[in-house]
C-alpha cells in the first residue's frame, strides 16, 4: 500500500510584536441557522430550510475536506459520508438539547447535525489546537460532550454500548430528580458492518431488558467496506431487533422528512419510558469506504448502481421543498461559512509535541457511591 503524501508546509504564520503567532479569528455563527461557537448549544433543525442547510454544509464540508485529504493537509485520509446526509439531519432533527448519540468512523455528519461548528471540525481533522479535541481526536474520534456527542469511534459497532451506558445513568438521574423529569434519549449510529458485531447484539440485549430510552439507528448503505450487506447479513437488520423484543421500522435513508418523522417516533416512544427503538435507514454513500480507495483503484460496485442512488441525491430532494431564491441564499451562506472554516482551520497551530502525553488520565469526575458489604 502507498503511503499517504506528506502534509504541506502550509501558509507562513504572521506573528505578533511579541514575537508570538497571531490566532487565527474564530469565524463564529454569523453564517445563518443550524450553527453553533458556543459549548452546549445545540443545532437548530426546526424548520425544512434549517434541515437543508445543514444538508448542504455537511455535503460542503465533505468536498472541501476531500480536498484537503489530496494536498496532504489532512493526514491519513477520512470516511466520507457523502450520500448519507439525511440520515444525520433527519435524526439529530428529532432531538433535544440534553439527548445524546454515539457515532462511527464516517461520523462527520452526525457530529455537525448535532451543531459542532465546521471551523472547529475541520481543525481537528488537520490536527491543529484549534480543534472541537485540540487536534487529539481527529476524523474518528471527534466528541463534544456539552452537545451529547459522546465521541466518534473507530471500533464497528462500539458506540453502541457507550450509547447504552448514557441511556442507563440518564435514566437513573431523572428518577433521582422526579417523575415530572422528561428522561434524555441516547442515540446510537452505526452502519451494517455492525449487525454481525457481538456488542451490538449485547447492546440490543441490555436495552430491551432495562427498557432503556435508547435509539439505534443502523445507516445501511449497502456495503461493509466492500463486502456487501446482501452476502453478509442472514435475515434483515430489522429482524435482528425484532428478535429482541425492539420495535423496528425501515425507513427510506435519501429521505430527510422521512427519516425525521420516524425518529420522532421512535424518540418519543423512548423518552416516554417504553424501552428502545431501531431504525434501519437504507442509504448510499457516493464515495469509497475510506478515501484510500481512490489510490488502490477498487472496483466492486457497478456504476449503474452508483448513477441509480445519485437519482435519489437528498439534497435535490431536500431543495424541492423550498423555493429557488431560498435554496440560493441558503447555498451562498453555507459557502461563506466554509471558506471562513478552511482559512480559520489552516492558521490554526500545530500541537507542541511537548504536550503528547497530556489528558492521558480523567480528572474531575465524581465517584458514585458503592455498596458497602
Known amino acids: 500500500m502507498t503511503a499517504p503524501p506528506a502534509p504541506p508546509a502550509g501558509p507562513v504564520r504572521p506573528t505578533t510584536a511579541a514575537g508570538g503567532p497571531v490566532r487565527p479569528a474564530d469565524p463564529g455563527t454569523t453564517a445563518g441557522p443550524g450553527t453553533t461557537a458556543d459549548p452546549g448549544t445545540t443545532a437548530d433543525l426546526g424548520t425544512t430550510a434549517e434541515r437543508y442547510r445543514m444538508l448542504r454544509l455537511i455535503r460542503g464540508f465533505e468536498e472541501l475536506a476531500l480536498g484537503l485529504v489530496k494536498s ?6 477520512i470516511h466520507p459520508y457523502i ?6 439531519v433527519g435524526v439529530c432533527s428529532a432531538l ?3 439527548d445524546r448519540l454515539t457515532s462511527t468512523h ?10 459542532t461548528a465546521p471551523h472547529r471540525l475541520l481543525a481537528e481533522l488537520l490536527g491543529r489546537v ?3 479535541n485540540g487536534g487529539r481526536g481527529g476524523s474518528m474520534h471527534a466528541a463534544d460532550v456539552s452537545l451529547g456527542i459522546l465521541g466518534a ?5 462500539a458506540g453502541a454500548p457507550i450509547a447504552v451506558g448514557a441511556a442507563w445513568a440518564a435514566r437513573q438521574a431523572a428518577a433521582d430528580r422526579g417523575p415530572a423529569d422528561r428522561i434524555p434519549v441516547a442515540v446510537a449510529f452505526f452502519g451494517d458492518g455492525a449487525l454481525n458485531q457481538g456488542v451490538l447484539l449485547e447492546s440490543f440485549n441490555l436495552a430491551a431488558m432495562w427498557r432503556l430510552p435508547v435509539l439505534f439507528v443502523c445507516e445501511n448503505n449497502g456495503y461493509a467496506t466492500t463486502l456487501p450487506a446482501a452476502t453478509a447479513v442472514a435475515g434483515s437488520a430489522t429482524g435482528r431487533a425484532a428478535g429482541f423484543g425492539i420495535p423496528a421500522e425501515e425507513v427510506d435513508g435519501m429521505d430527510t422528512e422521512a427519516v425525521r418523522a420516524a425518529a420522532l417516533r421512535a424518540v418519543e416512544r423512548a423518552r416516554g419510558g417504553d424501552g428502545p427503538g431501531f431504525l434501519e435507514c437504507r442509504t448510499y454513500r457516493y464515495e469509497g ?3 484510500m480507495e481512490r489510490r488502490m483503484k477498487l472496483r466492486y460496485r457497478a456504476p449503474e448502481e452508483v448513477e441509480a442512488w445519485r437519482g435519489r441525491d437528498p ?3 431536500a431543495a424541492a421543498l423550498l423555493d429557488p431564491a431560498t435554496v440560493a441564499e441558503l447555498d451562498r451562506s453555507v459557502a461563506e461559512q466554509l471558506s471562513a472554516a478552511e482559512e480559520f482551520a489552516l492558521a490554526s497551530e500545530h500541537p507542541d509535541p511537548a504536550g503528547a502525553s497530556d489528558h492521558l488520565y480523567a480528572d474531575g469526575l465524581r465517584p458514585r457511591a458503592g455498596v458497602t458489604p
Not at 450520500?83 to 444525520?88: I, N, S, T
Not at 469511534?153 to 459497532?157: E, L, M, Q
Open 72 to 77: 496532504g493537509a489532512i493526514p491519513g485520509g
Open 83 to 88: 450520500g448519507q446526509e439525511a440520515v444525520a
Open 96 to 98: 433535544g438539547p440534553a
Open 106 to 115: 464516517r461520523g462527520h455528519g452526525h457530529v455537525l447535525a448535532r451543531g
Open 130 to 132: 484549534g480543534g472541537s
Open 153 to 157: 469511534n473507530g471500533i464497528v459497532g
Open 289 to 291: 469506504h475510506h478515501t
Open 315 to 317: 439534497l435535490p430532494r
